[in-house]
């Protein structure tokens, strides 16, 4: 009885990481510990549901033909062909090719044109810019963030992650791809909740910015009607795909969703609603830290963008009077270095080498970069 309660608890794999830590077996500094403890392991709070959905596709569907996004020449799609295909897409450098007012466009009409997905949406252009305007020109979390995590996804769906999906799915999960990280302010949780932001206080303190990228995706659907060509039945999978989704974004949950993949990935039916929501959650939580598993010149220019964004928020919590989170202390540079180590060993590697597996030998490519990156940083 003992064992299957055990095995039934949501925080399987996080007594695991404390006895290793503890333990010696991991080797982290006291700065990359307290963060782990702070803000990931110690978070008893269950993820937030998964519960099945009947979805029915295929016959009988009300799709009709949207609107293209984008009118570009010839160059300008092949363009778009030959960069957004390729695993090794740098969006940084993307963006200063095309404008970086119209990367998210720009890569979402390939997305879903690749997918035959157009058909789904309405409005799509309209839509696609208005998210565009509203991500803050952050270092790290802008509109180039966004556009990286939808290619990314796209890059999975390639690898083997469409077999398990019907259109709905992909366009719902290209979507939260989107949206996932709509106004970001550039701070996380715990600064706006150290601040009693009205955030904070709107969303009790609970996945902050998630409930508040998720609600601004579906309250801006509606404010356009982009899903106006589907079924009700339709409609509702698609926002609860894009909310779940979003929501399980929150790195306070990430050992949750990845002990909740350990117990289902030899397991999963794609005849089942929630197995498949447990796979799209997990592509978007891998897509989101991507960075970590491409090139080393792509990995290194999101990190030295991520690294600008924590320093900012450090500045912000010394001008507030608050103690400084771990590796956002711009006056201690090696701070920020050592948790790249940490954060490999324990978020990174552990979720998206077994999704690359899971996705066969067509993610190859994935673990490789993952490994290389991983290795360049204990290099002197």
């Known amino acids: 009885m003992f064992c299957i309660s055990t095995l039934n608890k949501d925080n399987l794999f996080m007594p695991d990481i404390r ?20 803000e990931v392991a110690m978070r008893e709070a269950p993820a937030p549901t998964v519960s099945p959905h009947r979805h029915t596709d295929g016959g009988g569907s009300s799709y009709s033909a949207g609107q293209p996004l984008l009118a570009l020449s010839v160059e300008d799609i092949e363009l778009d062909q030959n960069t957004l295909n390729d695993w090794g897409a740098d969006m ?12 998210l466009q720009r890569v979402m009409r390939h997305v879903l044109a690749h997918w035959n997905l157009l058909d789904l949406g309405t409005n799509l252009e309209v839509f696609f810019s208005k998210c565009a305007s509203l991500y803050k020109d952050n270092p790290y979390h802008s509109v180039k963030h966004a556009a990286d995590v939808v290619q990314t996804l796209h890059c999975f769906a390639r690898m083997g992650l469409d077999k398990w999906l019907d259109s709905a799915d992909l366009f719902a999960l290209f979507l939260a791809g989107a949206c996932h990280d709509l106004e970001h302010p550039g701070v996380n ?3 706006l909740i ?6 904070a206080l709107l969303y009790n303190e609970r996945s902050v910015l998630e409930n508040f990228h998720a ?13 106006q060509c589907l079924k009700e039945n339709e409609k509702k999978w698609v926002k609860k795909i894009i909310c779940e989704t979003i929501l399980g974004t929150d ?5 949750d969703w990845l002990s909740k993949f350990r117990m289902k990935a030899s397991t999963l039916n794609k005849a089942d609603p929630g197995d498949r929501l447990l796979l799209m959650t ?7 830290i991507s960075n970590s598993c491409k090139p080393l010149p792509v990995y290194s220019r999101w990190t030295r963008a991520l690294m600008e964004e924590f320093y900012a928020q450090g500045d912000a919590e010394r001008e507030h009077g608050l103690t400084i989170s771990p590796f956002m202390d711009r006056q201690k540079p090696e701070s920020f270095a050592n948790s790249q180590k940490g954060f490999f060993k324990i978020l990174a590697e552990p979720l998206i080498s077994p999704f690359a597996e899971f996705l066969g030998p067509s993610a190859s490519v994935v673990l490789g970069c993952l490994h290389q990156n991983m290795t360049s940083l204990e290099t002197p």
């Open 282 to 288: 997990i592509a978007l939580k891998c897509a989101d």
């Open 92 to 103: 940084l450098e993307f963006a200063e090719q095309v404008d970086a007012s119209n990367v």
């Open 215 to 227: 609600s601004t995706a579906v309250k801006l659907m509606g404010e356009h009607n982009i899903l």
């Open 194 to 199: 150290a601040t009693e932001a009205p955030l």
């Open 19 to 38: 006895q290793q830590v503890a333990g010696g077996q991991i080797h982290m500094d006291k700065e990359t510990t307290d963060w782990l403890f702070s």
């Open 251 to 255: 790195m306070a949950y990430h050992l």
């Open 189 to 191: 949780n715990m600064f």
